[in-house]
């Protein structure tokens, strides 16, 4: 089965950092880009960070940009994000997604992973 | 940044067919794509490259992009389909997302 599984929110402090993980199974990780999505209570989805299948480049947006890395190890099928000087508005729940082939879409989605940024 | 609007909601009656817009500058010259989002699950994409559905969407899900609008049409609609949707494109190497349209079946 074709599965995304992400690990490590929680609870984290204000201006504290939080590094997240998602393990992929049942296809070949290092053929496909990978991202993050997140959304937070109440709001729409909004893109995080995407990563090639190469890893060679990262792309963040302007939101976490400079405070949250995307990193990928194909050895272990395992995309990471690492999310330092947490805002409160950091808070949501953090999907990771597969990017199709040859389309621009995320057609496999983990589960969810919920963050939650408090004083 | 690019940018994209979709009405917040939309309602339709069961068996009817009902129309969710996304709008943007040029948006026709970006393959969008679609995904559907129950509360407390994962997103499900159900549209990608305008029109192409993936394996085990349901036919009455299709979808259109032309000049400033694309649009996802759920023709035969059923409970099942009220959901948040939302359309998404690809623009100078960030993902973008529309605000999401919540589609209420009455």
């Known amino acids: 089965e074709v599965q995304l599984v992400e690990s490590g929110g929680g609870l984290a402090q204000r201006g504290g950092s939080l590094r997240l993980s998602c393990v992929a199974s049942?296809?070949?990780?290092?053929?496909?880009?990978m991202r993050w999505v997140r959304q937070a209570p109440g709001k729409g989805l909004e893109w995080v960070s995407s990563?090639?299948?190469?890893?060679?480049?990262?792309f963040h947006a302007d939101s976490v940009k400079g405070r949250f890395t995307i990193s990928r190890d194909n050895s272990k099928n395992t995309l990471s994000l690492q999310m330092n000087s947490l805002r409160d508005e950091d808070t949501a729940v953090y999907y990771c997604?597969?990017?199709?082939?040859?389309?621009?879409?995320?057609?496999?989605w983990g589960q969810g992973t919920m963050v939650t940024v408090s004083s | 940044s690019y940018e994209m609007t979709q009405p917040p909601s939309v309602s339709v009656s069961p068996g009817q067919t009902v129309s969710i817009t996304c709008s943007g500058d040029k948006l026709g010259d970006k393959p969008t794509a679609w995904y559907q989002m129950k509360p407390g699950q994962s997103p499900v994409l159900v549209i990608y490259q305008n029109t192409k559905r993936p394996s085990g969407i349901p036919e009455r899900f299709s979808g259109s992009n032309s000049g400033n609008t694309a649009t996802l049409t759920i023709s035969v609609t059923q409970a099942m389909d009220e959901a948040d949707y939302y359309c998404q494109v690809w623009d100078k190497s960030t993902v973008v997302f529309g605000g999401g349209t919540r589609l209420t079946v009455l």
């Open positions: 049942g296809f070949t990780f290092s053929n496909y880009d």
């Open positions: 997604a597969r990017k199709m082939d040859r389309a621009d879409a995320s057609d496999i």
């Open positions: 990563i090639p299948r190469s890893g060679e480049s990262t």
